[in-house]
């Protein structure tokens, strides 16, 4: 029993959610592939524009958008979010910001209330 793929006028007939579910579906695994290997992850978007192009010419406006919306987000989500994360060396001791928790004086450091420039 051979399996047999629907023609472009059987996806014209499907409704506008149905194809925008399917573009969803097709970004979702184009962005699958290239978290899973590991050489594309330097090249986010590699399988993400093809991907886009695709669906939008397979699956109509509302496949194409739908695709292309949900390729941004899981980019962002899974891929890019990480290449951000900068290292700025080692945490200075104080409060939750780096910075001298009160009360401390440590020289050369001008300290000035909360509310006024210290120029």
């Not at 051979?2 to 579906?25: D, K, Q, Y």
């Not at 184009?30 to 093809?50: D, E, G, Q, V």
């Amino acid at each position: 029993m051979p399996i047999e793929l629907p023609g472009a006028s059987a996806i014209e007939r499907l409704p506008w959610f149905v194809r925008a579910l399917l573009g969803c579906c097709t970004a979702a695994l184009a962005i699958s592939l290239t978290y899973a290997t590991h050489p594309l992850r330097a090249f986010p978007l590699l399988l993400a524009f093809p991907t886009v192009v695709l669906s939008s010419w397979f699956l109509g406006m509302w496949g194409g958008i739908a695709c292309a919306l949900t390729a941004v987000i899981l980019v962002h989500a899974f891929l890019t979010r990480a290449q951000f994360r900068v290292f700025c060396g080692e945490r200075q001791r104080g409060n939750a910001h780096g910075g001298v928790p009160r009360g401390v004086h440590r020289p050369g450091l001008v300290h000035t209330p909360p509310g006024r420039s210290a120029y």
